[in-house]
Nanobody, 117 residues
Framework: QVQLVESGGGLVQAGGSLRLSCAVS????????MGWYRQAPGSQRQRELV?????????NYGEFVKGRFTISRDSTKHTIDLQMDNLKPEDTATYSC?????????WGQGTQVTVSS
């Protein structure tokens, strides 16, 4: 059973920074990709990709990131981090970590990020 636990969310003022972490436990083996999605408040908002990183270290980001966030991975520890700088009020959302092992997706519970103006 694979479990993902996020940490690092919180309240920050616009222009500030937060660092999210995601730790994987359980039977993790083989090749897998990891990343972050977010969902803003409101039932009409769709979940959107924030960033993802492959086993080889290739990364891609949502268009809204515009160089403000950096995803990194420590494969020996089965963790990923998301450094978020220059945060904006529109970044307010629940951020969820995922792992894809080419058979299924696993998800964490999510961590709340709130950016005040």
């Amino acid at each position: 059973q694979v479990q993902l636990v996020e940490s690092g969310g919180g309240l920050v003022q616009a222009g500030g920074s937060l660092r999210l972490s995601c730790a994987v436990s359980g039977d993790v083996s083989g090749t897998y990709n990891m990343g972050w999605y977010r969902q803003a408040p409101g039932s009409q908002r769709q979940r959107e990709l924030v960033a993802r990183i492959t086993a080889e270290g290739d990364t891609n980001y949502g268009e809204f990131v515009k160089g403000r966030f950096t995803i990194s991975r420590d494969s020996t520890k089965h963790t990923i981090d998301l450094q978020m700088d220059n945060l904006k009020p529109e970044d307010t959302a629940t951020y969820s970590c995922y792992l894809f092992d080419y058979e299924r997706n696993y998800w964490g519970q999510g961590t709340q990020v709130t950016v005040s103006s």
